[in-house]
């Protein structure tokens, strides 16, 4: 953990940060966004394969969001450097490709990409902001990441926290068993995959939960195989081409209330802090699970 780090207050202000956002860092973003967008997505759809399950949910959900704003975080695995941006990009069709507006936001490690300024610059005008790994959930990026779920806007999560190439994902014909007979008390999908608890507080801290409030939150998951052949996690770290990859959607959001926190996933009670944020993650865990067979089938049919 880097106890010096500061955040960029002149690039992203913590308070009201889509209201007070400087017009320079709107026009860089409108140049930066659109164009890593455009070269992911040529590298993912001309120089790989990738293929789609549920893909119309995904548009459906990113329609009705920049429609009629809501927040809404689409949650996944994290398999390579690269899941972000190129997993985006290739999902965007090309007239969102060019509306940094639409876009999502993201977050990264400080000491990965917040080392340099001109590192700073280029990733907060591409819609990313520094989280402090080891810092825990109360820092100043899970706060600005509430603030801009509040604002209505769209952000994607890796629940992990980290790149975990799953090795339990890989190919199941190499061991000589059948893709179809797996089942998700099988040894290839069976694994808990441990979400790190900020997920949860962006959940009950943008609806208001003890608040009372009535407010709601989209959250649609997605499972990934593949990205770890665009780009392996062995240096010299050069994206490859040729490879396939392989993308499961959720058959529709999860729509998170107060009554689907406490009735459906605490049992009808309040519980403390800790147990819904305990109850939240399990639930969301077990729906990467489901995800993750689903696309384990369809990549190695």
Request: charged share 20%; with cysteine.
């Amino acid at each position: 953990m880097n106890e010096k780090f500061m955040w960029p207050e002149n690039l992203l202000p913590l308070r009201k940060p889509l209201q007070n956002l400087k017009y320079a860092w709107r026009v860089g973003s409108a140049i930066v966004v659109p164009a890593v967008a455009m070269l992911s997505k040529i590298w993912m759809t001309k120089f790989n394969t990738t293929n789609v399950h549920n893909y119309n949910v995904f548009l459906d959900t990113i329609s009705r969001h920049y429609a009629n704003r809501h927040a809404l975080i689409t949650i996944s695995n994290h398999n390579s450097c690269l899941d972000d941006p190129y997993l985006y990009s290739a999902l965007f069709p090309w007239k969102w490709i060019f509306n940094s507006d639409i876009h999502r936001w993201s977050s990264a490690a400080e000491d990965i990409c917040f080392t340099r300024n001109w590192h700073t610059l280029f990733f907060t005008l591409g819609k990313t902001f520094p989280v402090v790994r080891g810092k825990g959930i109360y820092q100043s990026g899970m706060d600005f990441a509430v603030e801009l779920l509040k604002g209505k806007q769209l952000l994607h999560v890796f629940p992990q926290g980290k790149v975990i190439e799953d090795e339990q994902s890989s190919d199941p014909r190499a061991t000589n068993s059948s893709v179809n007979e797996m089942t998700l008390s099988s040894s290839d999908s069976n694994k808990t995959y441990d979400f790190k608890w900020g997920l949860a507080r962006l959940i009950l801290d943008t609806i208001g939960f003890d608040e009372l409030n009535n407010d709601s939150l989209e959250v649609l998951p997605f499972y990934h195989i593949g990205m770890n052949k665009v780009l392996p996690n062995v240096k010299p770290y050069i994206p490859k081409f040729g490879n396939r990859v392989t993308i499961c959607f959720r058959d529709s959001p999860i729509v998170f209330n107060r009554n689907f926190i406490v009735n459906e996933l605490c049992g009808g009670s309040l519980l403390s802090v800790k147990q819904r944020r305990v109850a939240i993650s399990r639930y969301l865990e077990m729906e990467m699970r489901k995800l993750k067979l689903e696309t384990m089938k369809r990549h190695y049919k």
